[in-house]
């Protein structure tokens, strides 16, 4: 079982940073766009406090949204707030995130999130420390993927591995970093093998799309094309 009471500190500390770099930022920064397309910097910090209202709607046994479309107009609704209303829902949604994870509760209990994903309670602090820190840096304001904590490099990047592991779409594929660890992922022949390494920060650059792997040395074949997340 995942380690939720580490990933809740870890949690903690990532929202710490997110909300001092935001604070760095004036009213016109917000209205930017943001590294995610169509998406300024505005829907980026809204959908995060969203998020965590609705992983501690998880937690509580309840649906995570109320509708897709509810959750769209939730995060639109949000986006042209200034930097001080973002700032204030972002520390109130993670301080009611962070109460609810602090209740009494059995973390081995099989929860429901979008789409009728279930998942283990004890890998929700995990999934909020994934959406803050990749989105902090979406932002585009000087957080990048090589500043990750490298335990959360590490880790993400086997959970990506893990999420194409077995899709036929994807060639058979090993991935190693500069360290020397190695992941599996596809779901291809093995003797289609392709070997993928570079960077931790440029291998999981490239699984979650962010980045488009030109940095990463390829062979056995061209670079595999991924599924969307």
């Not at 903690?12 to 770099?21: S, Y």
């Not at 995060?75 to 209740?103: C, F, H, K, M, N």
């Not at 995990?126 to 959360?152: C, K, M, S």
Request: glycine residues 10%; proline residues 7%; aromatic residues 4%.
């Amino acid at each position: 079982m995942m380690d939720h009471a580490h990933d809740l500190g870890a949690v903690r500390e990532a929202t710490d940073r997110l909300l001092d770099a935001v604070g760095k930022l004036d009213d016109a920064a917000v209205t930017e766009p943001s590294r995610l397309p169509g998406w300024s910097r505005g829907h980026v910090l809204a959908h995060l406090s969203r998020n965590a209202d609705a992983l501690g709607n998880v937690l509580r046994g309840l649906p995570m949204y109320a509708s897709s479309e509810t959750r769209d107009a939730d995060i639109a609704d949000g986006a042209s707030r200034p930097v001080a209303e973002q700032l204030a829902d972002l520390r109130e949604t993670a301080d009611a995130l962070r109460a609810v994870s602090a209740e009494p509760a059995d973390w081995s209990r099989t929860v429901t999130l979008r789409n009728g994903v279930t998942d283990s309670a004890s890998r929700v602090p995990f999934r909020r420390w994934v959406e803050v820190e990749l989105h902090h840096v979406d932002l585009g304001i000087g957080y990048e993927l090589e500043d990750l904590p490298a335990e959360f490099t590490e880790r993400e990047i086997a959970f990506l591995a893990d999420r194409f592991l077995g899709n036929e779409s994807v060639p058979a594929t090993g991935l190693t970093d500069l360290d020397g660890r190695t992941w599996s992922t596809g779901g291809g022949p093995p003797s289609d093998l392709v070997t993928v390494q570079g960077p931790a920060a440029e291998l999981l650059g490239w699984l979650c799309g962010r980045r488009d792997g030109s940095a990463l040395t390829v062979a056995g074949g061209p670079l595999p094309t991924l599924p969307p997340l």
